[in-house]
């Protein structure tokens, strides 16, 4: 299997990795809980990646709404 794809934003902390990914989907607050369920797998892969790829085992995965300017734990 070939997945391609590119983080947004990778920050390295002395606790863990943080990858953020930025979305323009235009939709409301309301509608996030949703939208985040259809990236979960994206930014469980991008998650993964930057562990094997960094040698760590921790890491904290948000998406960024940017129409309703809101941050999404995943």
Sequence with gaps: MVVQ?????????????VVIDFKTDQINAAQTTERTESY????????KAACAILGTDSVERWLYFLTPRCAVEV
């Design 5 to 17: 794809g590119i983080i947004d934003m990778l920050i390295r902390t002395p606790e863990s990795l």
């Design 40 to 47: 979960r797998g994206q930014l469980e892969l991008y998650g």
